[in-house]
């Protein structure tokens, strides 16, 4: 058992990296929140002082702001949407017996460790170019004509690149809660006659709750900030301009970083309705 000798030891020992954490958190956001107040501009003028709310107002007036919100939750939501059921299909499969699962299961993983940019590369040119894309030859096979899909379907194309790159996290934490699964429930249940469906829905779904609360809220805390696909293959047009990528534009392209560092304030209080709304309402299931 600790004693109170011991914990204040480690409580001095922990100090040092608590106060680097907060350091490294808390400074950059100060700087935020004090830029957010002034208008500097680097290339004309520098610092020319202070004008209150007039970049929240100006940012949140903007025509590009609330279709910037909307572009955001959609991709969130997407991906959200098809890692969990593909993640959830992914991970039965891959805990049934079959020859080669070890290398199946490192295969399934590995787009997780690609790059973003790398990734987006390899989906615009490889897979979504309508000329030389794998897409555009199966539509030609088939007798249809191939799709410009950055242009004719923005949002579904970074969705789908996104989720290629993340349906590995979800599958892999899905899968491990799969294996911990008490096969002699699955026994019973079967052994009672019960058809796979309802086993699926009444013992396997509810046994995965707890994992899909944790991919919701970790992927829903990265996919908020996306941005690298984005640019790599868009570049923010079409539609799919992102709450991120608008700060982006307004802090490196127009060199307003008064006026960026008022969206970063925007997408931190967007960040935490989203975290506060899936804690309440979903995180419920980690204290069941």
């Given amino acids: 058992m600790a004693t109170q000798h011991s914990r204040s030891a480690a409580r001095i020992m922990m100090a040092p990296a608590v106060i680097l954490l907060l350091g490294w958190m808390l400074v950059p956001l100060a700087m935020t929140l004090l830029f957010s107040f002034k208008q500097y501009l680097p290339l004309r003028g520098g610092d020319l002082g202070w004008v209150g709310f007039e970049n929240y107002v100006r940012f949140v007036s903007s025509s590009a702001f609330w279709p910037s919100v909307q572009a955001t ?129 009444f013992i396997i779904l509810p046994h995965l709750s707890r994992a899909i609360t944790v991919v919701l809220l970790i992927q829903t805390i990265f996919l908020l900030s996306i941005f690298a696909e984005i640019f790599v293959t868009t570049q923010g047009s079409f539609g799919t301009r992102t709450l991120t990528y608008l700060i982006f534009q307004r802090v490196l392209e127009s060199q307003n970083v008064g006026l960026g560092s008022a969206g970063g304030v925007y997408a931190i209080i967007l960040a935490n309705i989203v975290a506060i709304f899936l804690m309440r309402i979903v995180g419920k299931n980690l204290d069941a």
């Avoid at 539509?139 to 191939?146: E, H, I, T, V």
Wanted: proline content about 7%; charged content about 10%; hydrophobic content about 60%.
């Fill in 73 to 201: 939750l959609v991709i969130v939501g997407g991906v959200l949407a098809i890692t969990i059921c593909f993640g959830v299909l992914l991970a039965m499969l891959l805990d049934q017996p079959f020859w080669g699962q070890g290398i199946v299961r490192i295969l399934v993983i590995a787009p997780f460790f690609v790059m973003p940019t790398v990734s987006a590369l390899v989906w615009k040119n490889m897979f979504m170019d309508p000329v030389n894309g794998l897409f555009a030859h199966l539509w030609k096979f088939f007798g249809a004509d191939p799709v410009v899909w950055l242009s004719e379907a923005p949002l579904f194309s970074i969705v789908l690149i996104v989720s290629w790159q993340w349906l590995p996290f979800a599958t892999l934490i899905l899968l491990t809660a799969i294996q911990s699964l008490d096969s002699e429930q699955l026994e019973a249940s079967e052994m009672d006659g019960a058809p796979p469906l309802k086993r699926f829905w």
